[in-house]
């Protein structure tokens, strides 16, 4: 980028990787600079990924202490409290984090990431946000979409078997390879707050499951005021309560919300670690398909759910009026 060349170190490094995707591509990633909210087991996975990539740098938030669910499934933690003793989370996991790549500046910054203002996210080329409220997803990429500059936005959720990715790109164009011909594409991606307020009816028939599910919990979690993940099943009734109102409004049958998903959301609160590395691994990828600007990127959920094995793809985009 801006006619900078890759180091002999580093194109010795990434070798492998840009015999794949290409020295411009490398370029553009060794330049890159991404911003992480929330150090959970897929954040993880996804920082692990990017930074053995070769991003330019890494920016980690999360002020919370270590936990013993935060052990669990987040492997940048070493099982020795001597080590984590008195840091944060984000402090613990850019320990770790340098030793991966040193060539990849990784970072921490403190405070309430609500609180940041519009000019810290310009800073970044791409956001990746977890461990969030509803109210915190929206308010980030809101800041996001006012900067003049395109930041890619993406919000990562791992309730025990099941994941979801939200993408937001704004205007994209990338390039896609066809045979011996590169074609030039261009996307529109809504906002998370007018993805999420699409009306169900209005979806095709067999959008996923997992995505109404999804948001049930997050509403629910939001009215009464909860942190994600701040659930059991003993919040089971007034879930079924708000899933039998959010249906009638949107005038969409229950069974699309089967009672043993949400059972399934409201139990599995903790990372299960084999499915942090599956959503770990996708959402690696397309941050780095959106800043090389190489192949087609997820338009704008990805599910997964461990008890069939599934991952889909679902565009949640308002209809286009029929011309």
Known sequence: MNGEELTEQETALYDRQIRVWGADAQRRLSKSHILVYGMKGTVAEFCKNIVLAGVGSVTLVDDREVTEEALSANFLILPDENLYHGKTLAEVCCDSLK????????????????????EFFGKFDAVVISCC???????????????????????????????????????????KKKLEETDECQLEFPSFEDTISVPWKALPKRVSKLYFAMRVIEQFEDAEGRNPGETSIADLPGVLKLRKELCET?????????????????????????????????????????????GDPLKNFFFFDAMDGKGLIEDISEPKPVS
């Open 133 to 175: 409220s509803l109210a915190k997803k929206k308010l980030i990429n809101q800041k996001c979409r006012k900067l003049p500059k395109r930041v890619a936005f993406y919000t990562v959720d791992c309730r025990g078997t099941c994941g979801e990715i939200f993408v937001d790109l704004k205007d994209y164009k990338y390039s």
């Open 99 to 118: 030793e991966f790549n040193p060539m990849v500046h990784v970072s921490v910054e403190k405070g309430d990431i609500s609180t940041f203002g519009v």
């Open 250 to 294: 949107n005038s969409v049958n229950e069974s699309q919300i089967p009672d043993a998903l949400l059972e399934r959301l409201l139990i599995g609160t903790s990372e299960y670690p084999p499915v942090c590395a599956i959503i770990g691994g996708i959402l690696g990828q397309e941050v780095i398909k959106a800043i090389s600007g190489k």
